[in-house]
């Protein structure tokens, strides 16, 4: 079964705080790493998705990197509009394969 | 449409009544799952849709939760004789393709009180 943690469960940055958010995974036959951004009272928002061990993406002040057994979601210079919780979720197994999530991490910044 | 919607944005029901949770997928996505988000926990996947067909409805936890999909298009989750446990956001989301090669969109959530 795929599991997902994500670590911390929530975070508090003062603006211009860069930090990194954790996201551990068991699975067997990664087909994708994904990561959300989810606003109260939203739907997750897609924000990266990551295939192979060592691949990176950037998105404005963030960076999500990938290794065999984890994922980070790097904040660079955060402002307090990046406060949202972020999702991190992985597919596997078949072309129906569906997202299993982890609980996500809650990350405020403090202007 | 530009994004997934999802009706009602808030139901409140009464223990023992049937709901029926209605999603609009992005136009000419083939893919639509249904997932429900609890306070606290992460999401957790419900069914997934490829047209009309539900080839993965393994996460509906019991047999009162059914859901289709017409037209290749809307879908409409029913959840009959709510329970208290049943209260959660449910979301939906759509791909253009299914599988882990392409992202998924989803709504803002139709968030369910059962009281």
């Known amino acids: 079964e795929d599991q997902v943690t994500q670590s911390p469960e929530a975070l508090r940055l003062q603006e211009g705080e860069s930090s990194s958010l954790n996201c551990s995974y068991t699975v067997s036959g990664l087909r994708g790493l994904f990561w959300y951004r989810q606003d109260p009272g939203k739907g997750p928002e897609f924000l990266f998705t990551?295939?192979?061990a060592g691949e990176e993406k950037e998105k404005e002040r963030l960076k999500a990197t990938l290794t065999k057994k984890e994922s980070f979601l790097h904040i660079t210079a955060p402002k307090p509009e990046d406060s949202a919780t972020y999702l991190c979720a992985v597919a596997s197994g078949g072309a129906n394969s569906k997202l299993t999530f982890g609980k996500g991490i809650t990350l405020s910044v403090r202007p | 449409g530009a994004g997934v919607s999802q009706s009602p944005s808030n139901k409140v029901t009464e223990k023992g009544k049937d709901v029926e949770l209605r999603c609009d997928p992005i136009s000419g996505h083939t893919a639509l799952y249904w997932y429900r988000q609890s306070l606290g926990q992460g999401l957790e996947f419900l069914i997934y849709?490829?047209?009309?067909?539900?080839?993965?409805k393994s996460g509906l936890p019991s047999d009162r939760f059914s859901a289709e999909r017409t037209g290749g298009s809307v879908s409409t989750l029913t959840i009959q004789r709510t329970q208290q446990e049943d209260s959660a956001v449910y979301l939906c989301a759509s791909s253009l393709i299914p599988g882990a090669n392409t992202e998924a969109f989803f709504g803002q959530g139709t968030r369910l009180t059962v009281v």
């Open positions: 990551l295939y192979s």
């Open positions: 849709f490829q047209g009309n067909s539900a080839p993965d």
